[in-house]
């Protein structure tokens, strides 16, 4: 029973990472109707920001996170800015926005690659110390307790933003209908700087998060490929589903690791993203789509 | 540069071709997008290595024979494993099928990874590559892939695939089976994906499965974006620049790469419609080229 519980933990403090993931890439879809494959890009710079902000600065391991969120928020912002922004107003078709987002992502992998930083993995300097917690017979984690905590402060944070303040209201205006918030007088263009803001600082936290827990490499960014999966099982483009969608994928992953074996884990995660969408395409709590004529 | 590095780059550009063959009537003139071409890759280039490896029942005089059965077999393994997936997903519209094809190609690299039979994530070695994928070898299966592509797209069938790419809801309305259609692409282009597989499992000697991963995919596809959608010769063009390309920055190492993602979001931005923009190659097309010049030299003069 006890070993079932810590699967339960485990699988709780890796899925809401997943989540802080999947919410940043399913805002960007709720708006603007295509799949951000550059999110990877944006976590991965993220982690890095965070990892020289502790070893090179030695700033104390908050006011990392703060700069790690700021950086990777800038960073999209700059991408949405550079990438698809000419392409919004060209009315251009989904794929090219999804192209671009492949090469802003080839573009920021090998950049990492490229520069003196180089390929090498790096670990995160210790900042707890690795006993875990004991309550009973149940381990917590330190890095696993913070994941959790700091994944869910923020969560919430983006909650009352969307739900609370003018702008959520716009945000939520828009993901109906970017035409009808235009002529009600909604400025399109910062409700988009505002979203890809958002994600960033989400995708900067998750990253140094990720960083911590594991190491840091150029490649970890396609860690956000378990982010499209928790999003589409939760349904594309909401957020309670994609935070539903990642708590629940995060439980399947540690629970398949902990009672199969984790060879089958990615395997198991694939087949259900490839099942949730032959049998039920729009997730747990998607929007229905509509064929536009 | 010696001959052999020149012909080995020219193969590589075969193979990649094929595959862009074929995404090129499923992406260019269907209107489809998938990022899970390098999973009927592997498909293809599994089963041929296998049917090469173990199925030897042909005389060793007749091996190139065999050689060909083995990709016919690649290609139509994974055109059936095509028909399966696009079955269940051809329904799901835009980004979901994009979404979908993601996951299988994924999802079939992660079960080669686990069959022991294919060796797992070790991969497969010791392919022959004597006398399989050949320069000559290539050149015949390309020129045979492009015109069989040509006449498809030239014939009713063709014109029904790029009448659903333009407006699919229309095609529906005036009594073309779109899904049969849509089928019939994705089939046709897994198909050609398969045999690339096999010749790339012939030309390297060995496989394994993280060659196929959605980089792979994602960088056929943006060799058809390249090249013009709705072009053969520039997914030709495409091709053959792109494969070449990164050959001749290879003393850039790491920067290339860096180089190819900006260039990608450049012709995204400033040139969408690609290397020929939907256009062909003809000689009818050069010469009416030729006269517009020489006319527009005598209405100067």
Known sequence: MSYFLQQVINGLSLGSVYALMSVGYSLVYSIMNFSNFAHGGVIMIGAYIGYFCLTLLNVPFFIAFIISALGAGLLAVTMEKIVYRPLRKRNAPFLYFIISAMGASIFLENIVIASPIGPTFRSYPAIFSTTPIMLGNIALGRIDLLMFIISALSLIGLMYIIEKTKIGLSIRATSYSIKGSTLMGVNVDKVIFIIFLLGGFLAGLAGMLFGMKYTVYPQIGNITTKSFIAAVFGGLGSLPGAVIGSILLGLIETMTSGYLSSQYRDLLAFALLISVLVFKPTGLMGKTTEDKA | ?301
Request: hydrophobic share 50%.
């Open chain 2, 1 to 301: 540069m010696s001959w052999g590095y020149v012909s080995g780059i020219l193969i590589l550009s075969g193979i990649n071709l094929m595959t862009v063959l074929g995404l090129s009537l499923l992406t260019g003139f269907t209107g489809l997008f998938s990022f899970g071409h390098a999973g009927f890759m592997a498909i293809g280039a599994y089963t041929a290595a296998t049917v090469t490896m173990k199925l030897n029942i042909l005389p060793q005089s007749m091996f190139w024979l065999h050689f060909y059965i083995a990709l016919a077999a690649g290609g139509l393994v994974s055109m059936i494993v095509s028909l399966i997936i696009g079955r269940l997903t051809l329904n799901l519209k835009g980004d979901y099928f994009c979404i979908a094809t993601l996951g299988f190609g994924e999802a079939i690299r992660l079960i080669l990874d686990n069959v022991q039979y294919f060796g797992g994530a070790r991969g497969l070695p010791n392919i022959p590559t004597q006398g399989t994928t050949t320069l000559t070898n290539v050149i015949i299966i390309n020129v045979i892939a492009i015109t069989v592509l040509v006449l498809i797209i030239k014939s009713r069938h063709g014109r029904n695939m790029v009448a659903i790419r333009e407006e699919e809801l229309a095609t529906q309305t005036i009594g073309i089976d779109v899904f049969k259609y849509k089928l019939t692409s994705l089939a046709i282009s897994a198909f050609y994906a398969g045999v690339a597989g096999g010749l790339m499992a012939h030309y390297l000697g060995y496989i394994q499965p993280i060659m196929f991963k959605m980089v792979k995919s994602t960088e056929l596809t943006i060799i058809v974006i390249f090249g013009g959608l709705g072009s053969v010769s520039g997914s030709v063009v495409g091709t053959i620049l792109l494969t070449f390309l990164p050959e001749l920055l290879r003393s850039f190492s790491n920067w290339r790469l860096v180089l190819y993602g900006a260039a990608v979001i450049l012709i995204m931005i400033t040139r969408p419609q690609g290397l020929m923009g939907g256009k062909e190659f003809s000689i009818k097309g050069i010469i009416r080229l030729i006269e517009k010049s020489r006319h527009k030299g005598e209405v100067k003069s």
